[in-house]
T-cell receptor
């Protein structure tokens, strides 16, 4: 696609439910990143993939959070047993290659999924 | 560890005023990259500029300019003759040479009023 697409745009869920957030990167982009942005804060790194391989998941806050990218394209971030503190904007970004994250274009971010846990 | 500090939480200016957004970074790496992103009210993150640690040349793009000073670990962003459309949250971010994670500051909310 022309840009990084995330769905849903908004998600309201009850505490204890599982949610799956989807990211469709720019076609051909090798690297895919997930960030979380709390209200009034900057985005914080969660995890990233090169192709289908999860290279770094050090930012995932606990084992309720997981991500996958089985075919090296679309990625899903899953949060199990959601808690109110999980409420945030979840952002996905992609880049042509790992090295491209340092290029003049940096990452291309999607519009994000606003998750609200009630 | 990497850190980015944007001490200005919110700035309000009147249209046509010049405004500077401050960014101070911390890293022990000698190779690193600095970015500015704009987050308008619609919520997306828009890339503005990247600078690498070996290039201290200042940059100008239209009404935007950036001042990179390694001596003070700062990468400040100036908007000349601000416009209402510049109203947004602006984030400074750091990427170290060996890593793939952007470290963001907490952002500066810029409000430009008529």
């Amino acid at each position: 696609g022309a840009g990084v697409s995330q769905s849903p745009r908004y998600k309201v869920t009850k505490r204890g439910q599982d949610v799956a957030l989807r990211c469709d990167p720019i076609s051909g982009h090798v690297s895919l990143y997930w960030y979380r942005q709390a209200l009034g804060q900057g985005p914080e790194f969660l995890t990233y993939f090169n192709y289908e391989a999860q290279q770094d998941k050090s930012g995932l806050p606990n084992d309720r959070f997981s991500a996958e990218r089985p075919e090296g394209s679309i990625s899903t971030l899953t949060i199990q047993r959601t808690e109110q503190r999980d409420s945030a904007m979840y952002r996905c970004a992609s880049s042509l290659a790992v090295a491209d994250s340092r290029s003049n274009y940096g990452y291309t971010f999607g519009s994000g999924t606003r998750l609200t846990v009630v | 560890a990497q850190k980015v500090t944007q001490a200005q939480t919110e700035i309000s200016v009147v249209e046509k005023e010049d405004v500077t957004l401050d960014c101070v970074y911390e890293t022990r790496d000698t190779t690193y990259y600095l970015f500015w992103y704009k987050q308008p009210p619609s919520g997306e993150l828009v890339f503005l500029i990247r600078r690498n640690s070996f290039d201290e040349q200042n940059e100008i793009s239209g009404r935007y300019s950036w001042n990179f000073q390694k001596s003070t670990s700062s990468f400040n962003f100036t908007i000349t003759a601000s416009q209402v459309v510049d109203s947004a949250v602006y984030f400074c971010a750091l990427l170290t040479g060996g890593g793939n994670k952007l470290t963001f500051g907490t952002g500066t909310q810029l409000k430009v009023e008529l």
